[in-house]
């Protein structure tokens, strides 16, 4: 007889939109609607929380055979200052769609590798962007920096402009791990950011680490959290390794598929984290991620107010998120948008004068609704369709589907909600894909998506 583990762990989306990319409607978006969406959500919500903006920053010294993130590996320091410049005139061709200066309630840096670039690059890049906007009252700066070349300088440059937040990608602690995914990094590197960061003044320390890694045993993982445990990150996500090597760009051939833990092998390597992360003090939020009390992710869960997006999990809820630079996405929330991605065509059309996007999705309400409770579910562990923005066409259609993991006990399903035990938050992406009218009516006929578990 099959285990839950072995029954549910399939391929499927992530789900940090819906629909998800693979099922936008391609055909019938264009550019000209996606700055309809655009100009809307800002009239909407700009005045009342303020924007997010995310910037991706493509450029690595190295390639991680681990990342399936759009990168460009390069060792030429010189092509910081014409992206930055590009960047910063994406960031003028959407100001100047809009009456009123730009809200910005949170910022992230993404990658690539956001420390690949100059302090004095990154602060000419934020001083830029805030020349044209205002910040938010309760606004928050985060970035992704890489331990072996994040300076002391770089994140005091930040925390000046106003960032308070960063993660650093460990991934893992033992050699061979690190050799395989071509990340080696010693302890010392990422305590040294860490320290940095916390005597600089930075309110909130994340650290990446990852399970189902290649060559990755058990006995790695306990050593990785205890290692971490002497650091004690504020927060702390925890992925599960997506391979996905058949996707276009993504450098995830450093190992055998035979090197990887599979099934119960690979969730006892989360298990075992959560339980550790647990004893630490640190509470599970949503899927991957645990917070210390004292982090304001925790607090988001606890009020209610956890939101999830392209960057991840957030405490800060915002209705558009505007994604600069090569590849970003963007969600008026009534749309998506994503960018073209290679540096070349990003910079050719951004000096063209034209908004770099060359796909998008714009949302029917069928889409909105559903889009609903996949966050719910996806943040809360809960939704309902009792009010009338949250009725569902064809609940029962859904509910079908969710019957064979009622019956394991995997969603309490009552008379118009649904809630996940915590004992079975490992298969929330699975709940998920049956509210999934775009992949319930496609199921796609080659890979794409990692496995569910």
Same mark, same amino acid.
């Given at each position: ?55 991706h920053l493509p450029f690595c ?28 005139k994406e960031w003028q061709l ?26 004095? /690059? ?149 298990? !075992? ?11 599970? !939020? ?16 606890? /009020?209610?107010?956890?939101?999830? #997006?392209f960057m991840g999990y957030t ?54 609704? !559903? ?20 009725? !569902? ?22 008379? #118009? ?12 992406? /699975? ?23």
């Amino acid at each position: 007889m099959k285990s839950l583990i072995q029954k549910y762990n399939i391929p499927g989306p992530r789900y940090t939109s819906y629909p998800t990319v693979p099922f936008w409607d391609t055909a019938s978006f264009s550019k000209e609607k996606w700055i309809e969406t655009f100009k809307h959500s800002f009239l909407e919500s700009n005045s009342k929380e303020g924007v997010s903006v995310y910037i991706h920053l493509p450029f690595c010294e190295s390639l991680c055979t681990f990342c399936a993130c759009h990168k460009h590996i390069t060792k030429r320091h010189e092509v910081e200052e014409e992206y930055i410049e590009t960047v910063l005139k994406e960031w003028q061709l959407y100001v100047n769609l809009v009456d009123e200066k730009v809200v910005i309630k949170e910022l992230h840096l993404g990658g690539g590798t956001p420390t690949f670039f100059s302090k004095e /690059n990154l602060k000419f890049l934020i001083d830029g962007l805030l020349k044209h906007a205002k910040k938010h009252e309760e606004a928050e700066f985060s970035f992704e920096g890489h331990p072996n070349n994040t300076t002391k300088d770089q994140l005091q440059t930040l925390f000046d402009v106003g960032f308070t937040r960063v993660s650093f990608g460990v991934q893992d602690y033992n050699e061979k791990v690190q050799e395989a995914i071509h990340r080696v990094q010693p302890f010392k590197a990422v305590k040294n950011v860490t320290n940095w960061s916390r005597e600089i003044g930075y309110t909130s320390v994340s650290h990446d680490l990852i399970f189902g890694l290649p060559h990755q045993t058990k006995e790695n993982v306990i050593y990785t959290i205890n290692k971490t445990k002497e650091l004690q990150p504020d927060r702390i996500s925890f992925y599960s390794y997506a391979h996905v090597p058949w996707v276009k760009g993504v450098g995830q051939r450093g190992f055998n598929d035979d090197d990887l833990p599979k099934n119960e092998e690979k969730r006892e390597l989360y298990e !075992i984290g959560k339980q550790l992360f647990s004893e630490l003090g640190y509470e599970e !939020i949503g899927m991957d991620h645990f917070a210390l009390k004292s982090d304001s992710l925790y607090k988001a869960t606890i /009020n209610k107010t956890l939101h999830r #997006n392209f960057m991840g999990y957030t405490s800060n809820k915002t209705q558009l998120m505007i994604g600069l630079g090569m590849s970003a996405i963007s969600d008026s929330w009534y749309g998506f948008a994503q960018n073209v991605k290679t540096v070349k065509e990003y910079q050719k059309i951004v000096n063209s004068g034209e908004i770099p996007v060359f796909r998008g999705h714009i949302l029917s309400k069928e889409d909105e609704v !559903i889009r609903k409770h996949i966050l719910n579910i996806m943040c809360n562990f809960y939704t309902s369709w009792d009010e009338k923005d949250t009725k !569902i066409n064809n609940i029962d259609a859904h509910l079908s589907l969710l019957q064979e993991m009622q019956n394991d006990g995997l969603v309490i399903i009552e008379e #118009n909600s649904l809630t996940v035990p915590d004992d079975a938050r490992a298969y929330v992406r /699975n709940i998920c894909m049956a509210f999934d009218k775009k992949l319930q009516k496609k199921q796609p006929e080659t890979k794409l998506f990692s496995m569910t578990i």
